[in-house]
């Protein structure tokens, strides 16, 4: 019999997930099903309770259960505790249910995948929500010179900038600051942005000065066409990457986290990206 797997979001017929990890199980040989599941709002731990119990071995936890799932978690992950949700579910053979975050790490890989260097850049991250915070461990862990956080309500960014203040890693200390989009200034090497305001066609006001020369603008969703915020930056000369190689990324980690096995990435992004 198969293992089972499965992601759960509300609504959830959107996602990519089980595409992606179907992919995945048939280039790896790897005997599993993978199912989406529109879990109900008020009961998420029932949802994943029931799951184990028809045999589910895994999930993926996507909108808006990801708090949810942290608080069904009977072991966290580090990352997983600093970032305050997960998007992964793992049932351990003790029966307890371990939790795991893999956006950030997704992100990381997917910027060195497209040969994006991290170590001693500046980055600026546009947002301060939940989707923001879990991405800054991994990219702090990268070894970036600075990161400053920029949201529209200023002090949530000053709020989530302090929690990941000082930021060591050997030697070398991270400067990790918050503000309003009023007090940007630039230029900075990486940008990312990870606020909602894309999926309304909407930009957060960015100054002109923003771009480094060779600066890389990143937005953590996709399209079939490019976002406002890359179409921004492209026409200001800068290199614009989407988040479709960071939902692949962060799926194939999700997947190592289950099977132990790694799959290779590049073809099922092609694949994925033929089908947008
Ligand atoms: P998510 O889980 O996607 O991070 P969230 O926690 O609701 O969702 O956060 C959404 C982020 O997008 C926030 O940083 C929000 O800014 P505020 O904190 O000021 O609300 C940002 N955002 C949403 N729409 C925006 C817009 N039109 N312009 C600028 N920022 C926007």
């Known amino acids: 019999m198969s293992d089972r797997y499965c992601v759960f979001g509300h609504p959830v017929g959107h ?10 199980a048939e280039q790896c040989g ?5 199912e989406a599941i529109e879990a109900p709002r008020e009961d998420f731990a029932g949802a994943w309770h029931a799951f184990v119990a028809a045999g589910g071995c895994g999930a993926n936890v996507t909108v808006p259960f990801k708090e949810e799932g942290y608080r069904v978690a009977d072991v966290l992950s580090q990352r997983a505790r600093r970032a305050g949700a997960v998007n992964t ?18 992100l990381v890989r997917d910027l060195e995948a497209h040969g994006v260097t991290l170590d001693g850049a500046r980055i600026l991250v546009l947002g301060a929500g939940g989707a923001v915070r879990g991405v800054l461990d991994p990219l702090l862990a990268a070894g970036p010179q600075s990161l400053h956080i920029a949201n529209r309500t200023a002090e949530k960014a000053v709020s989530l900038a302090a929690d990941f203040h000082p930021q060591e890693r050997g030697q070398h200390q991270t400067r990790v600051t918050g503000s309003g989009y009023d007090a940007l200034e630039g230029p900075f090497d990486v940008v990312i942005n990870g606020t909602s305001a894309s999926l309304g066609g909407e930009l957060p006001p960015l100054p002109e000065t923003l771009l480094a020369a060779d600066g890389v603008a990143y937005d953590m969703m996709y399209a079939a066409d490019p976002t406002v915020f890359l179409q921004w930056a492209s026409a200001r000369g800068a290199r614009t990457i989407d988040g479709l190689g960071m939902l692949v990324e ?16 590049a073809p099922v992004r092609d694949t994925l990206r033929r089908e947008l």
């Open 15 to 24: 996602s990519r997930s089980p595409r992606i990890h179907a992919l995945f």
């Open 30 to 34: 790897q005997a599993m099903t993978y």
């Open 89 to 106: 579910l793992i049932h351990g053979r003790d029966g307890r249910t371990y939790a795991d975050t893999t956006d950030g790490v997704g």
């Open 250 to 265: 962060q799926a194939a980690e999700s997947f190592f986290l289950w099977r132990h096995v790694r799959p290779d990435t």
